[in-house]
Each structure stands twice: as C-alpha cells, then as structure tokens.
C-alpha cells in the first residue's frame, strides 16, 4: 500500500486567512494537514518574526521594512491582510517563531523557509544561526517539560521527591505545577 501524501499548507491555510498567521496556522491544523510552511524574518532588535515578506506593505496595514523594525513596531500593525480580508482579521498580528512552534507543537510538522534577501554574513546574529538556537531552545523546553510531567507524576507518590532536585529544576517544576 503506498503511504498516505505529506499535505504542507502553505503559509498556513492562506486560502481562507492571512498567511503567516496565527489564524492561518490554527485553520490549516482544523484541515489536518501534516505539515505547515512558514517563513521568518528577524527584526533589528534580533527577533524572529512570521512573515513571508520583507515588508509589512502587502499583508498588513503597516509600511516598512521588517528587518529596520523592532518586534514592537511589527507586532503594533495588524497582520490581518486588510487588502485581502477586510477587518475580518483585524485583530492578527505577526507571531513570533516561538508562538507559531508553540502552536504547531506536536500536531504538525513545520517547514521553515528564509527568503535570501534576508539572509547577512552574520554567522552567529543572522537570521539562520537565530532560527536555529530558537527552534533548538524551543524544543529543549519542551523536552524539560516532559520531564517536568514525568516528575509531578511522580511526585504524587513520593512526597519527597523534589528535595533531591537541583534549584532550578524544582522552581521550574513549581512555575508549572497545575
């Protein structure tokens, strides 16, 4: 039997909601695609952001250059694609990496893609080397809170258990307690 299509939404599900957004990547999820295709730019105050343009011109109701701009500047416009959608998503606006990682965590796998004007000479600051210690902090954190569940399900039956942690650990298993 040959294997099921790999089905990657495009910016999310662009065809009904702004690309690149946090609608777009729930909606695509609602389709149950097995994949989602984003694009990141960093802004000048090092962030990385969600979208597919250099600009804000296109998709926002902002203008200029993502990459001149800081996260605040980016996130203060609306991402709804107003050209496109009218005030239907006026309330969107650019995620960050993590909220789209946070978002597509374990329900679809996410293909990264950054635009070659964007990329500098910038070995370790640049928008690759930032990507990938985000992605890589991102799913340490999520490893740790793995085993964060794993200890507080352990804990229920050995009271003691977190005494024998070192500090950090225990005050991340406390910051995460239910």
Same mark, same amino acid.
């Given at each position: 039997?040959?294997?099921?299509?790999?089905?990657?939404?495009?910016?999310?599900?662009?065809?009904?909601?702004?690309?690149?957004?946090?609608?777009?990547?729930?909606?695509?999820?609602?389709?149950?695609?097995?994949?989602?295709?984003?694009?990141?730019?960093?802004?000048?105050?090092?962030?990385?952001?969600?979208?597919?343009?250099?600009?804000?011109?296109?998709?926002?109701?902002?203008?200029?250059?993502?990459?001149?701009?800081?996260?605040?500047?980016?996130?203060?416009?609306?991402?709804?694609?107003?050209? =496109?959608?009218?005030?239907?998503? @006026?309330?969107? !606006? /650019?995620?960050?990496? %993590?909220?789209?990682?946070?978002? *597509? &965590?374990?329900?679809?796998?996410?293909?990264?893609?950054?635009?070659?004007?964007?990329?500098?000479?910038?070995?370790?600051?640049?928008?690759?080397?930032?990507?990938?210690?985000?992605?890589?902090?991102?799913?340490?954190?999520?490893?740790?809170?793995?085993?964060? =569940?794993?200890?507080?399900?352990? @804990?229920?039956? !050995? /009271?003691?258990?977190? %005494?024998?942690?070192?500090?950090? *650990? &225990?005050?991340?298993?406390?910051?995460?307690?239910?």
């Amino acid at each position: 039997m040959p294997a099921p299509p790999i089905v990657i939404a495009h910016r999310g599900d662009s065809a009904h909601r702004p690309e690149n957004t946090l609608a777009a990547l729930a909606g695509a999820l609602e389709l149950g695609v097995s994949a989602v295709e984003i694009d990141v730019q960093l802004t000048r105050d090092g962030r990385l952001v969600v979208i597919h343009d250099s600009t804000l011109d296109r998709t926002t109701n902002g203008r200029g250059d993502v990459r001149q701009m800081t996260l605040a500047e980016v996130r203060a416009v609306s991402a709804g694609y107003p050209s =496109r959608f009218g005030d239907a998503y @006026r309330g969107e !606006h /650019v995620p960050t990496l %993590a909220e789209v990682v946070t978002l *597509l &965590r374990d329900r679809a796998r996410i293909l990264i893609e950054i635009k070659k004007e964007s990329v500098t000479e910038d070995a370790t600051g640049g928008v690759e080397a930032l990507t990938i210690a985000e992605i890589r902090r991102l799913i340490a954190a999520n490893d740790r809170a793995g085993a964060v =569940r794993e200890l507080q399900r352990f @804990r229920r039956t !050995h /009271v003691d258990a977190d %005494a024998r942690l070192p500090d950090d *650990l &225990r005050a991340f298993a406390a910051s995460t307690a239910r």
